[in-house]
């Protein structure tokens, strides 16, 4: 599976749109970008995915570059409680199912 | 997380002693995991199982043994706890979906066990 790399931390304003960056430039066709977020102390909890075109859904919208060497996850309306760390995770359709995770970046939402 | 569960939520042993973790699902789901969470390597994979009976190793496998009897249970073995092993350990679950892009797989984790080897 690719590796992905994020940034360590990053900070948005309250109201204001949330973009965290991921590159995975070593990204296989038939690999999948995953978003997963992790609020203290709690398991992950998935908020979107997508192979090669743009998605949205009620949390998120992710963006993916033409040549899917990288992708933007965008909060639209950042809260405080979007604070949390950011996984983006790039995996293929083995058998196994497994996920990888790196380091995700670190979101504070602040008033 | 509906649909998983795991148990115990917190526990304190001794170093030494043997320990098991129980992950229970009611999706139906094929794959089941473990992962441990630690302050600066965020989340490892410590085993994975892709059926009944059938287990693999992940990334942090030494010193964990695994167990999966029936489709709905993952069991997490500790056999002699040590002070490293004083971590939260998840658990996930997933199923492919195939969509009109193809398969991927949806994943579900639990809340969490908080784990102190003494």
């Known amino acids: 599976d690719a590796k992905t790399t994020q940034p360590t931390s990053m900070d948005c304003a309250e109201g204001r749109a949330a973009n965290l960056p991921c590159n995975h430039s070593?990204?296989?066709?038939?690999?999948?970008v995953y978003w997963y977020r992790q609020i203290h102390s709690q398991g992950p909890q998935y908020i979107i995915h997508?192979?090669?075109n743009n998605e949205t859904n009620e949390m998120a919208s992710l963006i993916i570059t033409e040549d899917r060497k990288s992708s933007t996850l965008i909060l639209p309306h950042a809260t405080l409680r979007d604070t949390a760390v950011y996984y983006c995770?790039?995996?293929?359709?083995?058998?196994?199912?497994?996920?990888?995770f790196g380091q995700g970046t670190t979101l504070q939402v602040k008033p | 997380d509906a649909g998983i569960t795991q148990s115990p939520r917190h526990k304190v042993t001794e170093t030494g002693t043997p320990v098991t973790l129980r992950c229970h699902q009611t999706?139906?789901?094929?794959?089941m995991y473990w992962y441990r969470q630690d302050p600066g390597h965020g989340l490892r994979l410590i085993h994975y199982?892709?059926?009944?009976?059938?287990?693999d190793k992940g990334e942090v496998s030494d010193g964990y043994s695994v167990s999966r009897s029936k489709t709905e249970d993952f069991l997490l073995t500790l056999e002699s706890a040590t002070s490293s092993q004083t971590s939260v350990y998840f658990c996930?679950?997933?199923?492919?979906?195939?969509?009109?892009?193809?398969?991927?797989?949806?994943?579900?984790f639990g809340s969490g066990t908080r784990l102190t080897v003494v």
């Open positions: 996930a679950i997933s199923e492919s979906v195939f969509t009109g892009t193809g398969g991927f797989y949806g994943y579900t």
């Open positions: 070593t990204i296989s066709g038939n690999e999948y």
């Open positions: 997508g192979l090669k």
């Open positions: 995770i790039v995996r293929g359709s083995s058998n196994t199912g497994k996920l990888i």
């Open positions: 999706e139906n789901h094929r794959y």
């Open positions: 199982s892709y059926g009944v009976k059938d287990t």
